[in-house]
């Protein structure tokens, strides 16, 4: 088959094999009903956007609109860009549909696919899944150690176990122009010996140095934000810490923590795990509450993380028994055939996942169909069974069998058991 095939995915992007689109529901409907729990509200949004919105709220000199964007035309001129991210989008949809209006606090999360054109590796795609959370209108450091905590309470919904976490404050722009000069004075004389991408930063957007993996080594005593924290941040980021041991989380501090994103403000995080190699991290996020402003709403307070689903996968999440179907109807002659597949049928209007072989199998090829089915019940009609008006009900774990009637009401009874 494979000299014929002429086609594959284009690299970068997956395919989910129905083994794997099954572990990918269940880890979907596990954060569904945690960030429900937490009381935070499904947004769904475009594939697309217009690229000016990446523009301004990601910003012009992070690696994701510099390098990353797939953008294109439309017919009409337009420049538009498959979403590499979901915070511009969520809060695009919060001035557009005037969401403010529903109340002072708004708690929104999202599982979406993005978009970004980096060299695809292990646990880096061109087309990825991020599941978010953003809280809009809260300034509190709770709001903060609240959305810490439902990432971690997913991961470990997910038995995935051994992530780290990494806490830092990058200021608000007040306290920030201090740390900025003390910084750029700092590297002045260094200049030379950094990366290009950094040589650039350094008049468009210092603070991105601090994270530059390439230059790592070359910046341990450099001038930190955490060092120039105003009395308000400095008190924030206290609260922050506070609230993360009330609730038992341990942490890291790194101060060299800024993120890839413009918007940041005060708190940033970032979840890391050993087993994803260089490129351990699973998630980020952190405050930003100068966006909505600068988007063209009040100025309202924001927080958020994003999770990538892809990297979360490389770490196995530990899911239940694989579920299976509930029943499978094993017919042994033609004429009970016809009998089987309506059995299915009325199975399925009453809620049970059922199915039955349509080729006209062996007895043998069917019950290893069953078992391959992972089914909980087999029910088997042949030619006898037909005659008495009954089916053999078989709990395929145990291998017990009895005969019942053949009569949807009393057959349901029977597997409810
Ligand atoms: P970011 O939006 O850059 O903060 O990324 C948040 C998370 O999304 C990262 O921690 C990754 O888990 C995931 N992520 C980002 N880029 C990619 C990518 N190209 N492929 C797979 N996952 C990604």
């Given at each position: 088959?494979?000299?014929?095939?002429?086609?594959?995915?284009?690299?970068?992007?997956?395919?989910?094999?129905?083994?794997?689109?099954?572990?990918?529901?269940?880890?979907?409907?596990?954060?569904?009903?945690?960030?429900?729990?937490?009381?935070?509200?499904?947004?769904?949004?475009?594939?697309?956007?217009l690229t000016e919105l990446f523009k301004k709220s990601t910003g012009e000199d992070t690696d994701i609109v510099q390098k990353e964007m797939f953008t294109f035309k439309d017919k009409g001129g337009r420049s538009l860009t498959l979403k590499p991210e979901g915070t511009p989008s969520v809060v695009r949809m919060y001035l557009q549909y005037g969401l403010y209006n529903r109340g002072i606090l708004q708690k929104f999360y999202y599982i979406e696919r993005m978009f970004r054109q980096e060299k695809p590796q292990r646990g880096r795609y061109r087309e990825f899944r991020q599941f978010g959370a953003e809280a809009i209108g809260s300034p509190s450091p709770e709001t903060d150690a609240e959305l810490v905590r439902s990432a971690l309470d997913i991961f470990n919904e997910l038995n995935i176990h051994g992530i780290k976490l990494n806490i830092n404050s990058i200021g608000c722009p007040k306290c920030r122009e201090k740390f900025i000069r003390e910084f750029k004075k700092f590297l002045c004389s260094r200049l030379d010996s950094l990366c290009n991408d950094c040589k650039r930063r350094y008049s468009t957007n210092p603070m991105r140095i601090l994270d530059c993996k390439i230059d790592r080594e070359k910046l341990i005593d450099v001038p930190v934000p955490l060092d120039y924290l105003c009395d308000d941040c400095r008190k924030h980021f206290s609260g922050f810490k506070e609230r993360l041991g009330y609730l038992g989380i341990n942490y890291s501090i790194d101060k060299h923590l800024v993120r890839g994103l413009d918007y940041y403000t005060k708190t940033v995080f970032e979840f890391t795990h050993s087993k994803l190699g260089t490129k351990d991290e699973v998630g980020g996020g952190g405050r930003y509450d100068g966006l909505?402003?600068?988007?063209?709403?009040?100025?309202?307070?924001?927080?958020?993380?994003?999770?990538?689903?892809?990297?979360?996968?490389?770490?196995?999440?530990?899911?239940?028994?694989?579920?299976?179907?509930?029943?499978?109807?094993?017919?042994?002659?033609?004429?009970?055939?016809?009998?089987?597949?309506?059995?299915?049928?009325?199975?399925?209007?009453?809620?049970?996942?059922?199915?039955?072989?349509?080729?006209?199998?062996?007895?043998?090829?069917?019950?290893?169909?069953?078992?391959?089915?992972?089914?909980?019940?087999?029910?088997?009609?042949?030619?006898?069974?037909?005659?008495?008006?009954?089916?053999?009900?078989?709990?395929?774990?145990?291998?017990?069998?009895?005969?019942?009637?053949?009569?949807?009401?009393?057959?349901?009874e029977e597997l409810k058991c």
């Open positions: 088959m494979d000299s014929y095939l002429k086609f594959r995915n284009v690299r970068g992007t997956k395919d989910l094999l129905p083994e794997e689109a099954e572990l990918w529901r269940w880890v979907e409907e596990v954060i569904r009903k945690k960030m429900e729990d937490y009381n935070y509200q499904e947004l769904r949004f475009p594939t697309f956007e909505i402003g600068f988007l063209g709403g009040d100025e309202t307070p924001a927080s958020g993380y994003a999770v990538g689903l892809d990297r979360l996968l490389l770490l196995s999440p530990q899911r239940k028994e694989s579920r299976g179907i509930d029943v499978y109807v094993i017919t042994l002659d033609k004429a009970s055939d016809l009998t089987g597949w309506k059995l299915v049928n009325e199975l399925r209007d009453s809620g049970f996942s059922a199915d039955k072989d349509p080729l006209g199998r062996s007895m043998k090829a069917q019950f290893r169909e069953a078992d391959r089915q992972n089914a909980k019940w087999a029910i088997v009609i042949g030619e006898k069974e037909r005659e008495g008006g009954s089916v053999q009900l078989k709990r395929m774990e145990t291998g017990e069998q009895k005969e019942v009637p053949l009569n949807i009401t009393t057959i349901k």
